[in-house]
């Protein structure tokens, strides 16, 4: 194929979507395929392709897809498509996804955006240039609780935020017992590791909530020089780590408004709050585990009396989450090509989580505060 500027259709229902990659976040329970029937008046999942073509076919034949490819470039010239889900490994998003805009198509991709602020950069112009609508997981900023903290914080709620901890982190795959599908040894490598994996969850729900940051400070290193797989089908399977597997990070928004941001693999259980923000007059908690969705502390509550109330706006409760899992990505697209919805996973914010997670690798390495330059 030409790098030709082809022109996209006149948006219309149904969107014609081709997923790029048939892995665990394709085909899980919490992923886009099976929870794609939610969006069945909007969206028509028309092919899937992966280099495991075998894999490929089994996930076409599993969800009545109607064509499977051992390519992108394979898929682009098969079938028509207005949009690709890129669902690819990290160290090959940049390079997938400039495919698939080059070719004339929407885009949602997996997160991160990409591996440098210079491959972000041309996504985005590409993306303008050529008309084509650009959004990127990670879909927790269209939760309901996020949504209802980021306006909370807006209206007041909590006054002045002082400072944020935000807990993005997991025991890292196949480092609990119940294993992992495939072989995870690729996300303890260099080009990948748990700040791009995970990380980046907490860096675009607090900059979501508080707004852009200005500058970070981090520590970085490897905990254990290789990991061993607890279960599931690659059980005992020992891993060389040589990603930094242990992230911890401070971003400042000025105004002496700062957040502790944690990207790690090494958080076997928690009971604390995913985030939590406390301000001048009050605190937010979002996911306590077995407590709320959302849960606020407020001064004033009563005549000389604060404490904890839990707001009652169904904003509160993570329903969205719960009924289209990783499909919401796909779903947001749809609303942003066939209705013209602003895009709320925009590509300028992924570029800013980008250039966080570059700032906590240069910072950690060199021992200093990183300038952030992005906004969005």
């Not at 194929?1 to 996209?8: E, F, G």
């Not at 034949?61 to 669902?87: C, H, K, Q, R, W």
């Not at 303008?128 to 927790?140: I, N, S």
Request: charged content about 20%; hydrophobic content about 40%; proline content about 7%.
């Amino acid at each position: 194929m030409t790098d030709s500027q082809p022109t996209p259709r006149e948006p219309r229902a149904p969107l014609r979507v081709g997923i790029l990659g048939s892995g665990g976040i394709a085909t899980a329970s919490y992923g886009v395929l099976p929870n794609m029937h939610h969006y069945a008046s909007r969206v028509t999942v028309s092919a899937v392709a992966d280099v495991a073509h075998d894999q490929a076919r089994a996930v076409a034949a599993e969800f009545g897809i109607p064509a499977a490819y051992a390519s992108l470039d394979e898929m682009l010239d098969g079938t028509d498509l207005d949009a690709v889900v890129n669902l690819t490994p990290i160290p090959v998003h940049a390079a997938t996804s400039r495919r698939i805009l080059q070719s004339g198509k929407h885009l949602a991709s997996e997160k991160p955006l990409a591996t440098t602020l210079a491959e972000a950069d041309e996504l985005i112009e590409l993306a303008r240039e050529r008309g084509l609508a650009l959004v990127c997981a990670p879909p927790d900023l269209l939760y309901e609780p996020y949504e209802r903290a980021a306006a909370l914080v807006r209206e007041g709620a909590v006054g002045k935020v002082a400072f944020a901890r935000v807990r993005s982190s997991h025991a890292g795959p196949g480092g609990g017992p119940q294993g992992w599908p495939s072989d995870p040894t690729w996300f303890y490598q260099e080009g990948s590791g748990p700040l791009l994996d995970m990380g980046v969850y907490g860096i675009h729900e607090i900059t979501g909530i508080l707004g852009p940051a200005k500058r970070v400070a981090a520590f970085a290193g490897i905990t254990e020089p290789s990991r061993v797989v607890r279960g599931g089908p690659f059980r005992g399977l020992e891993i060389p780590v040589t990603a930094a597997d242990n992230c911890l990070f401070m971003l400042d928004f000025g105004e002496s408004t700062f957040a502790v941001v944690d990207g790690t693999f090494n958080v076997l259980a928690a009971r604390s709050p995913k985030v939590e923000i406390f301000g001048r007059r009050g605190v937010l908690n979002l996911f306590r585990p077995d407590g709320p969705d959302l849960e606020l502390y407020r001064t004033g509550i009563a005549d000389g009396v604060d404490g904890w109330v839990q707001p009652t706006s169904p904003l509160a409760t993570n329903a969205r989450r719960d009924t289209y899992g990783r499909a919401l990505l796909v779903g947001h697209l749809a609303d942003v090509v066939l209705d013209g919805a602003p895009p709320v996973l925009s590509a300028e914010h992924a570029r800013h989580a980008l250039e966080i997670m570059i700032g906590v690798a240069a910072s950690a390495r060199e021992q200093r505060f990183v300038e952030l330059t992005t906004t969005f």
